[in-house]
Nanobody, 115 residues
């Protein structure tokens, strides 16, 4: 069993930055592929960024060049550095861990980009 706890969300002006963290409990964190998703009311949850156990990363097109996902296996934590934030980045951001048939979600953290 893995528990994921996100933090770092908040209110920021357009063009600002935030850094999200997702701390994982449990064993074998380094084996998990870790991802950030986001969801706005009435829409499907969408993948924002993914970091594989190998360290390889992928991003959705709309955040490329602005967001950076990273992981610290020693601390069982992943991060999402978000720069040049836009109003359309407003959402609840969720952390997800996957390994083979196992999948875990965090409770989410709200990010609001508004002037």
């Amino acid at each position: 069993q893995v528990q994921l706890v996100e933090s770092g969300g908040g209110l920021v002006q357009p063009g600002g930055s935030l850094r999200l963290s997702c701390a994982a409990s449990g064993s074998y964190f380094s084996r998990y592929n870790m991802a950030w998703y986001r969801q706005v009311p009435g829409k499907q949850r969408e993948l924002v960024a993914l970091v594989y156990s190998s360290g390889t990363t992928t991003y959705r097109d709309s955040v490329k060049g602005r967001f950076t996902i990273s992981r610290d296996n020693a601390k069982s934590t992943i991060f999402l550095q978000m720069n040049s934030l836009k109003v359309e980045d407003t959402a609840v951001y969720y952390c997800k861990a996957t390994y083979v048939d196992y999948m875990y979600w965090g409770q989410g953290t709200q990010v609001t980009v508004s002037s």
